[in-house]
T-cell receptor, first 116, second 111 residues
Framework: EAGVAQSPRYKIIEKRQSVAFWCNPI?????LYWYQQILGQGPKLLIQ????????DSQLPKDRFSAERLKGVDSTLKIQPAKLEDSAVYLC??????????????FGPGTRLLVL | GENVEQHPSTLSVQEGDSAVIKCTYS??????FPWYKQELGKGPQLIID?????GEKKDQRIAVTLNKTAKHFSLHITETQPEDSAVYFC??????????FGAGTRLTVKP
């Protein structure tokens, strides 16, 4: 079974530029998560999708971050405009259900973003 | 919202010794407590989890204990091996939603 795929793996941009990350979850997984992991910290949930609907985006900085999962499969996370403090690893995870009994979240390798 | 604290931030043990990592959480509604292992350049990988209706769970060399009254849970690794070296994260959430992670523990197992 293929794991969670993310691209690009690395991205370097200047502040105020825009950037987008892509995630392809494990086939058949209904729930998709985006996390931000700043160096030396644990992952912080940004947004959770159930199929193509948003379950939780309470920690997403909506003035600059946006995410979509139009067909309930792939997802993109966008930052516009980027700030220096957005430098982090952006992790995508998926689980088969995610709502109700605990389900394992499977993480992708992440996209490492450096904002200069 | 939930707040998870994890200790220690770094832990160094000799191969064959045991390692213990402790976490506390704040939200009494949390009922799911997974532990993840993250190796350099990779995403976190689930190694064990426990639900609030269970006090202890074991899987070979790894065990987790949960004290709901005190709101803390711990990861125990016995007979450590060099390949156990990684960063370990605890997390707490309501089922699998609104998961909050600890800051991580960097475990080094010296051969």
């Amino acid at each position: 079974e293929a794991g969670v795929a993310q691209s690009p793996r690395y991205k370097i941009i200047e502040k105020r530029q825009s950037v987008a990350f892509w995630c392809n979850p494990i086939s058949g997984h209904a729930t998709l998560y985006w996390y931000q992991q700043i160096l030396g910290q644990g992952p912080k949930l940004l947004i959770q999708f159930q199929n193509n609907g948003v379950v939780d985006d309470s920690q997403l900085p909506k003035d600059r971050f946006s995410a979509e999962r139009l067909k309930g499969v792939d997802s993109t996370l966008k930052i516009q405009p980027a700030k220096l403090e957005d430098s982090a690893v952006y992790l995508c995870a998926s689980s088969s259900r995610g709502v109700g009994p605990s389900e394992t979240q499977y993480f992708g390798p992440g996209t490492r973003l450096l904002v200069l | 919202g939930e707040n998870v604290e994890q200790h220690p931030s770094t832990l160094s043990v000799q191969e064959g010794d045991s390692a213990v990592i402790k976490c506390t959480y704040s939200d009494s509604a949390s009922n799911y407590f997974p532990w993840y292992k993250q190796e350099l350049g990779k995403g976190p990988q689930l190694i064990i989890d426990i639900r609030s209706n269970v006090g202890e769970k074991k899987d070979q060399r790894i065990a987790v204990t949960l004290n709901k009254t005190a709101k803390h849970f711990s990861l125990h690794i016995t007979e450590t091996q060099p390949e156990d070296s990684a960063v370990y994260f605890c997390a707490a959430g309501y089922f699998n939603n609104d998961m909050r992670f600890g800051a991580g523990t960097r475990l080094t197992v010296k051969p």
